[in-house]
């Protein structure tokens, strides 16, 4: 089945700098690739997300690239600020006769300090 | 527009007793419908998933069980609970687009169990 790793498990930045997020996963059949922020105490809310068939997507600060090849996919955070401190997941699709689910990474907790 | 629900927001249960967590969804029809764990400062793991009524996906054997017994709502159950199942509970939508995975996943609010 489907197994997501991500890392690094903690990050710290100040603010202004930028913050990337690494994700590997085993199923070549993945073929969507969203990112989630978490809040404390909150529910996890998308904040973006790649299909298979394109290698880079951006908004506004916030970009992910994608490698298909070497099964890796990366979140690119620029100029953070203190409200980007978050607990961040990666997840992909895992595709079976049961259906589709998201397996996500075990997450990245990122202080942004002022 | 679609919402998801969940309650109770918070539960403390003493352990071996029987546990009952319900969620629904609005505003669609025919959701794929799954349930994970959070447990303290960890990550997410999916424990089950329904792409119909009666059909339930297991993940990880455990003393938890899901059940869908209307298209939009999803409940997950024990018998008796231990320790260890303590954490936030998050239900899941997403659209059941035959062949289409790449769909937006949204959560509900996810509901706090503390066994004791």
């Known amino acids: 089945g489907e197994n997501v790793e991500q890392h690094p498990s903690t990050l710290s930045v100040q603010e202004g700098d930028s913050a990337v997020i690494k994700c590997t996963y085993s199923?070549?059949?993945?073929?969507?690739f969203p990112w989630y922020k978490q809040e404390l105490g909150k529910r996890p809310q998308l904040i973006i997300d790649i299909r298979s068939n394109v290698g880079e997507k951006k908004d506004q600060r916030i970009a992910v690239t994608l490698n298909k090849t070497a099964k890796h996919f990366s979140l690119h955070i620029t100029e953070t600020q203190p409200e980007d401190s978050a607990v961040y997941f990666c997840?992909?699709?895992?595709?079976?006769?049961?259906?589709?689910?998201?397996?996500f990474g075990k997450g990245t907790t990122l202080s942004v300090s002022s | 527009s679609q919402t998801i629900h969940q309650w109770p927001a918070t539960l403390v249960q003493p352990v071996g007793s029987p546990l009952s967590l319900e969620c629904t969804v609005e505003?669609?029809?025919?959701?794929?419908l799954y349930w994970y764990r959070q447990a303290a400062g960890r990550g997410l793991q999916l424990l089950f998933y329904?792409?119909?009524?009666?059909?339930i996906s297991s993940e990880v054997p455990q003393n938890l069980s899901a059940s869908r017994p209307q298209d939009r709502q999803f409940i997950l159950s024990s018998k008796k609970l231990l320790l260890s199942d303590s954490g936030f509970y998050l239900c899941?939508?997403?659209?059941?687009?035959?062949?289409?995975?790449?769909?937006?996943?949204?959560f509900g609010p996810g509901t706090r169990l503390t066994v004791l």
């Open positions: 329904s792409v119909g009524i009666g059909q």
């Open positions: 505003g669609t029809s025919n959701p794929n």
């Open positions: 899941a939508w997403r659209l059941g687009l035959a062949g289409k995975s790449y769909n937006e996943q949204f």
């Open positions: 199923d070549s059949a993945s073929n969507y």
């Open positions: 997840a992909a699709t895992r595709l079976n006769q049961a259906g589709t689910a998201l397996i």
